[in-house]
């Protein structure tokens, strides 16, 4: 079954310094592989997701994320935070049909 | 974009009651429904799998005879928790899966059990 480990369960930036949120994938490579927003008390907001179509992935609100196969990883980033960036973080990948199996969470947060 | 809309949004009951929420794809058809549970602060946690017209595939931990799961149709899913009590409380979300992978989640619903 897939699975995901999200590094560091909360980080914290400054306003206009980079963003890095970590995710790396259990050793078989999945289909599809998703980060997702979540701001307080709301649903869930995708950000990207990677098809294979290509490995460097941009998304919403001026994150991206890069597939690593030879480090397994699936790392978001965005050049510069934004207090609204402020938020949970789910790294998700997802078999052919089957759900999509969340990673705990990074909490991010933005100072000014 | 697709569209799945989650109703209620919150709900609050007395123990022992029972809440129905549904969930509801409005421009395709949604071949497969997954309910998630969340509490505070921690992660969504998968509770089933159901695809239309085929019993519910629950996760292991997760009770069938109190989440009841419905799939009658392409386009509506129900998770009914039945006898709620308040370890019960929590954030419910659906996702919907449609032809080509796609998938969408409603907006969740809090669900309070007093």
Redesign the interface.
């Known amino acids: 079954a897939q699975s995901v480990t999200q590094l560091g369960s909360h980080v914290s930036v400054s306003e206009g310094a980079l963003v890095l949120l970590r995710c790396n994938y259990s050793s078989s490579v999945p289909?599809?592989l998703f980060w997702y927003v979540q701001y307080p008390?709301?649903?869930?907001q995708l950000l990207l997701k990677y098809t294979s179509a290509a490995t460097l992935v941009k998304g919403i609100n001026g994150f991206e994320a890069e597939f690593k196969k030879s480090e397994t990883s699936f790392h978001l980033t965005k050049p510069s935070a934004h207090m609204s960036d402020a938020a949970e973080y789910?790294c998700a990948p997802?078999g052919?049909?089957?759900?999509?199996?969340?990673?705990?969470?990074t909490t991010l947060s933005v100072s000014s | 974009g697709a569209v799945v809309s989650?109703h209620p949004s919150w709900v609050i009951c007395k123990s022992g009651t029972s809440v129905k929420i549904e969930c509801r794809s409005l421009d395709f058809q949604a071949t497969?429904m997954?309910w998630?549970r969340q509490f505070p602060k921690?992660?969504?946690?998968?509770m089933a799998?159901s695809n239309e017209g085929s019993k519910a595939t629950y996760e292991q931990g997760v009770e069938k005879d109190k989440f009841l799961i419905n799939h009658a149709s392409l386009t509506l899913s129900t998770l009914t928790v039945t006898s709620a009590h308040p370890e019960d409380s929590s954030f419910y979300?659906c996702?919907a899966?449609g032809i080509g992978?796609k998938?969408f989640?409603?907006?969740?619903t809090?669900l309070s059990v007093l």
């Open positions: 289909p599809y008390n709301q649903g869930l789910f997802r052919a049909g089957t759900a999509l199996i969340f990673g705990k969470g | 989650q497969t997954f998630y921690q992660s969504l946690m998968l799998t979300i996702s899966g992978e998938l989640f409603g907006s969740g809090q």
